[in-house]
């Protein structure tokens, strides 16, 4: 059973810092890795997707990495700033007992703070 | 501009009340699924269809109910036979055939029983 925990829980750092979240998954056997934002209360947006073939993404002042074979990613934030402030969810998309339509298993979630 | 339009965006139930989610998708994608999102516990799979006319169970359907009658909509049921149903509810679609995209989510619904 695929399982996919994040660390930290949670996170608060100051403005400009820049910062590592996270992620690591049981099973390698995955076809990509996605990283979601959510601010409070509302639904999930993408922010990078990784492939099974690639090593890292970057959109901006965000950079994830993947390595499949010991079940880790990786999302960088760089000069962090308060707007950043959210929960942070890594999901991955994986076979799911024959179906073609793949599954997709989240982790908890890292909250983080950025304080001006 | 494509996207997943979910209403309502808050929800109050009764106790013994059915009460119907809406997910409705523009983005052309054949595979839609719905989420329930609890504090603490992370997202977990309700539903899923991949076509028109078919629809799977995932990690938690008792309680629940859908139909996709239409390549768009996925509305999802609360019935009265789910026994904690509040929580944050999310609509997702994706492509079926291409497991290498993405998945696009909704704004999503809070569902509060009084």
């Known amino acids: 059973k695929q399982e996919v925990t994040q660390i930290p829980a949670a996170l608060s750092v100051p403005e400009g810092e820049n910062l590592v979240l996270n992620c690591s998954f049981t099973?390698?056997?995955?076809?990509?890795l996605q990283w979601f934002r959510q601010d409070p209360g509302k639904g999930l947006t993408s922010l990078l997707l990784i492939q099974s073939s690639q090593r890292e993404q970057t959109s901006g002042r965000l950079n994830a990495s993947l390595d499949k074979s010991s079940g880790r990613s990786t999302l960088y934030i760089a000069a962090s700033q308060p707007g950043d402030s959210a929960t942070y969810l890594c999901a991955v998309r994986h076979n799911a007992g024959g179906t073609s339509y793949g599954k997709l298993t989240f982790g908890q979630g890292t909250i983080l703070t950025v304080h001006p | 501009d494509g996207g997943i339009t979910q209403s309502p965006k808050y929800l109050f139930r009764k106790e013994g009340q059915n009460v119907t989610l809406s997910c409705e998708q523009n983005l052309n994608h054949d595979a839609m699924y719905w989420y329930r999102q609890d504090p603490g516990q992370g997202l977990r799979l309700i539903y899923y269809s991949q076509i028109v006319n078919d629809f799977q169970k995932g990690d938690i359907a008792e309680g629940y109910s859908v139909s996709r009658e239409k390549k768009e909509s996925f509305p999802l049921t609360v019935t009265s036979a789910q026994k904690n149903p509040t929580a944050f509810y999310l609509c997702a679609s994706s492509t079926r055939l291409a497991l290498n995209y993405g998945y696009t989510f909704g704004s999503g619904t809070r569902l509060t029983v009084v």
């Open positions: 099973d390698s056997a995955i076809y990509n």
